[in-house]
Every structure is written in structure tokens, then in C-alpha cells.
């Protein structure tokens, strides 16, 4: 391995050169000054066994930060970190969190392969054309990596691919996660407002914390991470890098928290789309195209969603009530007839977002919808390859219950833990529920006395459970006499009708007739 500092004296008078350019700089003529320079450089390239690559911070017309300097800058904070002398610190957008990174002409070295490369930081002020009295300076900031001629193809093939994989894969890590939820169409453009707006999202459910049953849990861990790993997968089968779910259950049953778990088990941020705000089926693409790869589109309560029609006549009947107030100002009723026009987002275009081909833009998505009622929802929209998992989030069993009594009591098993079991196979208690009287309510609750103020609970939702089920026997019981009542009523009736019919014909044997009329006593019914 060739080290850089042994070839220094080769270039050590290329560098003297250069050195007494800048020593007498202010007395050499510029022109002149610009040619030693410039031949000094080629001197050194010729001479130099090494290969520099430069790396600006801003590329194109529009002076965009380059993907490649930020990529490179995330590779470089570990190596920077503990090897450069002089770091800068920064905040992380959107953040608090520090980042450290190496400070203007600071040197690192690295290694890849048996090959030894040498990363500095650079910066070049030039003073910016101004008309002011003040001159203006800009700075212009690149990496320069150094390496060896030998390695070249190694470099430009492979290690150039390697710091650019890492840094991306560093700055997702490192990265704030973003809650955006949509805005109303008519502040698009009027408001110059984007399509959605977002806030860190910062919800601490894993699922850890995620009460349900574990082989249950363990099968949509595995299910997330085959998802994450596949793009070859899903490449080579020629389906969109997509995976819809679908999670239904009573409220309270942990829905949402599932989304957030899910979203800080994947990386991934979330798009929770409001439907009812969505006017028809060509915003709802202009939305889709405006979410990023990496992310969770959510639908909740997609049965409420989708009756659309319900929504806007409400909004309209509120609109009549307040229109009095918005008399005389145009703006306003322009916003408001706008705000009531009905909604044209169809089935047929919820399930073109769903898996149409603008669906595949990004890749590397999930979308959920949830529901209370997942009869209610329309087959087509859940059948399988476009919901692909149905997950059904139940009233809490034992096994939630641990993970519960755990979260919130930091208690792994207690005596009181066995009858809680046994009540818990017989109640329906939502995980929500059970959480809320396991939460301590002041200092002088122990683990104790909340396990037996969820007993005292189990038993109030037992014993509740009990009367509604003997009130609903009763009522069940009643109607039924009075089904059977009517029905014996409706029958004598039929059979009055049919005597009358027959006497009016002349036609009736007299047998017959007495039969009928014996009867019809029977039944308490009278001619
Ligand atoms: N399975 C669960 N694991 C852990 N906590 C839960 C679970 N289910 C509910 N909870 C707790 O109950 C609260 C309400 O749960 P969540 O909002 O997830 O229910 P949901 O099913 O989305 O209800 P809804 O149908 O009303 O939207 C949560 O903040 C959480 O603290
Ligand atoms: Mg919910």
C-alpha cells in the first residue's frame, strides 16, 4: 500500500511553486499570477500519482443542493466524529437533535477494499458581484476525495456507489419523520398552500407496546419486513411495491395505534387523508402523486368515508343556516358554494388510487383503511390484492392484557393475574379500556390496587353484559308471542275471507263450511 505522505516529496516542489505564488501574490501581475497558477496545477496533476474528485454542495441553474454533497455529508459524520480535528455542529431540521460534521478544510481518511482514500472538506469565498457599498461574498463549499491511481476503476465503480447507498441509508435513518394530512383543494393555489401540511410525527407506539396476541403480532412484523425487502420481488412479479391493510374492530381496540407502531417499525411517514374533504376522483390523484416513496397513506373510518353524499348534505344544511352571516361578502359565498358542492369521489376512483397505475408512482408504500364495521364496506374495495391483509383488532385477551399490565405497571405476573385471565375469556373489554383502569390515578395506587380496580371493572362489563343479554332474551321472547299472535290472527282472517268468498259463489259443501266455522272458534274469532 503506497501512502500518501511518502509521495509527498515528489509534489513537494510543485507545492514550493505554488506556495511562492501565494507568498507573492500581491506583487505578481494578476494575468501573470492566473498563469502560475494554472501551470503549477498541471505540473502537480502531471507529476501527482493521484486522482482527486470534487463534489460541489450546489449543482444546476437553481443552485439545488446536491443529493450527492448530502449523501457524502451523512457518510463522512461517523468517520468525521472520531477522526477530524475540527467539527461543525448543526441542527437537524425540524429538530432539536444535533449532527456533527467535519468543519471547512478538515481531512478524514477512509478505506475500502485495501485502498486508501483521503475525504476534505472545502471552501472557496469569492467576492459576489454587488452593487452595493458593502462588497458580498459568496461561499462555495465541495468535498474533494483523494485516492490513488491504481484504484481508480474500484473507486468510480464500486466505492463512489458504496458512499452513496450509506448516506442515503444514514439520512432516512436519521431523519424527522413527517404526520401530513390534507388540505382543502380551494387554499391549492388561492392560499398558495401545498397539498398536504405536516407536523413531526412523534407517536411512541411499537409494537412492544402493542397489545395483542403474539403469534398474531409476529406474523405482521414478518409480513412488514418481507414488504421492505422486496423490491426485487415485487419487480420480478411485475406488481406495484405496494401492500394495502385493512383494520377493523369495536373502537378502542388499538386501530391507530397499530398505524403509528407500524410507521415507526418501517421508517416510514404518514399521510393520513381526510376523504370527505376531497372533491373528486382527479384530486385524489393529485394527492397520490403529491405523497413520497417510503410512507403510510391512511384511510380511517373508510365507511364514514365513503358515504360522501351523508357528509355534504350536512355541510350544506349547516352552510343554510349560517348563510345569513355571509350575506353581501362574495368572497365568501364563492368559498361557500365551493365548500358545498357535492363531492365526486366515486368507489371507482378510490380503487383506481388504490391500485391503478399511478398507485405504482414512488413505490414503496402503504395504504390502510380502517373500519368499525367491515361488513358494511363495499367487496370490491377489500377484496384480496387490494387490502392484501385483513387484520382483525379484538376486545383484549390474556396475552394483550400482560403486555398491558407491563406498559403501564411494569409488572410481568401477580397473583391477581389468574382471575383476570378467567374474567377476561368471558368479557369483551377493549385494550383501551383494560389500559384506562390500569393506569394509576394518583401516587397511592400500586400495581395491587389497579389490577383489582380493573377486576372490579371486568366484573361491572360482566354483569352489564348479563342484563343486556337476559333484556334482549325478554325482548326476543315477547316479539316472538306477538310474530306468532298475528300470524294466528292473519290466518283466521284468510280463512273468514275464504268462506265469504265461497258462499258469495254458491260453491261450499256444507261440510266443509262447518268445519271452517269450528275453526275459526278455535281461534277466538268471531263472524
Ligand atoms: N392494542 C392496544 N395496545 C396498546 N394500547 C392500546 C391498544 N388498543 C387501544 N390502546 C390504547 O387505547 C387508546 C385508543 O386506541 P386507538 O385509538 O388505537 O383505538 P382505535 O381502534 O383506533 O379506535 P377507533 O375505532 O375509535 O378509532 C390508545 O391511545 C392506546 O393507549
Ligand atoms: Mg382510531
Not at 409494537?207 to 409476529?218: C, I, N, R, S, V
Request: proline fraction near 3%.
Amino acid at each position: 500500500m503506497i501512502r500518501r505522505d511518502l509521495l509527498m516529496p515528489l509534489s513537494s516542489s510543485v507545492g514550493g511553486l505554488m506556495i511562492i505564488a501565494t507568498l507573492f501574490r500581491n506583487h505578481i501581475p494578476l494575468h501573470l499570477r492566473n498563469l502560475l497558477e494554472k501551470y503549477t496545477r498541471k505540473l502537480f496533476r502531471l507529476l501527482s500519482p493521484y486522482i482527486q474528485i470534487t463534489f460541489p454542495e450546489h449543482t444546476g441553474e437553481r443552485l439545488k443542493k446536491s443529493d450527492v454533497y448530502t449523501a457524502i455529508q451523512n457518510y463522512l459524520i461517523k468517520k468525521a466524529t472520531t477522526g477530524a480535528k475540527k467539527l461543525k455542529a448543526d441542527t437537524l431540521k425540524d429538530n432539536q437533535s444535533l449532527i456533527l460534521s467535519m468543519d471547512d478544510n478538515e481531512e478524514v481518511t477512509d478505506e475500502f477494499q485495501g485502498a486508501n482514500l483521503w475525504w476534505s472538506s472545502n471552501k472557496i469565498v469569492s467576492r459576489g458581484m454587488s452593487l452595493s457599498i458593502y462588497p458580498s461574498t459568496e461561499e462555495k463549499r465541495f468535498y474533494r476525495l483523494t485516492f490513488h491511481k491504481r484504484h481508480r476503476d474500484l473507486i468510480t465503480d464500486t466505492y463512489i456507489k458504496h458512499v452513496m447507498n450509506d448516506g442515503k441509508a444514514i439520512a432516512l435513518k436519521n431523519r424527522q419523520r413527517k404526520l401530513f394530512t390534507n388540505n382543502p383543494s380551494h387554499n391549492w393555489y388561492r392560499y398558495k398552500s401545498t397539498k398536504w401540511s405536516h407536523v413531526v410525527f412523534e407517536h411512541p407506539a411499537t409494537f412492544d407496546t402493542l397489545a395483542m396476541e403474539p403469534k398474531k403480532k409476529q406474523e405482521i412484523v414478518s409480513d412488514l419486513e418481507k414488504f421492505s425487502e422486496g423490491k426485487e420481488y415485487y419487480k420480478k412479479i411485475g406488481k406495484a411495491w405496494k401492500r394495502g391493510y385493512l383494520l377493523y374492530g369495536p373502537p378502542g381496540t388499538g386501530k391507530s395505534t397499530m398505524i403509528a407502531a407500524m410507521a415507526n417499525f418501517m421508517n416510514y411517514d404518514v399521510y393520513d387523508l381526510e376523504l370527505t374533504t376531497v372533491k373528486d376522483n382527479s384530486e385524489l390523484r393529485r394527492l397520490l402523486i403529491d405523497t413520497s416513496s417510503k410512507s403510510i397513506i391512511v384511510i380511517e373510518d373508510i365507511d364514514c368515508s365513503l358515504d360522501l353524499t351523508g357528509q355534504r348534505k350536512k355541510a350544506k344544511k349547516k352552510d343554510d343556516d349560517e348563510n345569513e352571516e355571509g350575506k353581501g361578502d362574495p368572497t365568501k359565498k364563492m368559498k361557500k358554494e365551493e365548500e358545498t358542492k357535492e363531492s365526486k369521489v366515486t368507489l371507482s376512483g378510490l380503487l383506481n388510487f388504490i391500485d391503478g397505475i399511478w398507485s405504482a408512482c414512488g413505490g414503496e408504500r402503504i395504504i390502510i383503511f380502517t373500519t368499525n364495521f367491515v361488513d358494511k364496506l363495499d367487496p370490491a374495495l377489500i377484496r384480496k390484492g387490494r387490502m392484501d391483509k385483513h387484520i382483525e383488532m379484538s376486545y383484549c385477551c390474556f396475552e394483550a392484557f400482560k403486555v398491558l399490565a407491563n406498559n403501564y405497571l411494569d409488572v410481568e405476573s401477580h397473583p391477581l393475574f389468574g382471575t383476570i385471565e378467567a374474567m377476561l375469556k368471558e368479557t369483551n373489554m377493549t385494550p383501551a379500556d383494560v389500559a384506562e383502569n390500569l393506569m394509576p390515578k394518583s401516587s397511592m395506587e400500586t400495581p395491587d390496587t389497579c389490577l383489582r380496580s380493573l377486576i372490579e371493572a371486568l366484573e361491572e362489563v360482566k354483569e352489564e353484559a348479563a342484563r343486556k343479554k337476559a333484556e334482549e332474551e325478554e325482548e326476543a321472547k315477547k316479539k316472538a308471542e306477538e310474530e306468532e299472535e298475528a300470524k294466528k290472527k292473519a290466518e283466521a282472517k284468510d280463512a273468514a275471507k275464504s268462506i265469504e268468498e265461497a258462499k258469495e259463489n254458491g260453491v261450499g259443501a256444507n261440510g266443509k263450511l262447518e268445519e271452517e266455522k269450528v275453526n275459526m272458534k278455535e281461534n277466538g274469532v268471531t263472524n
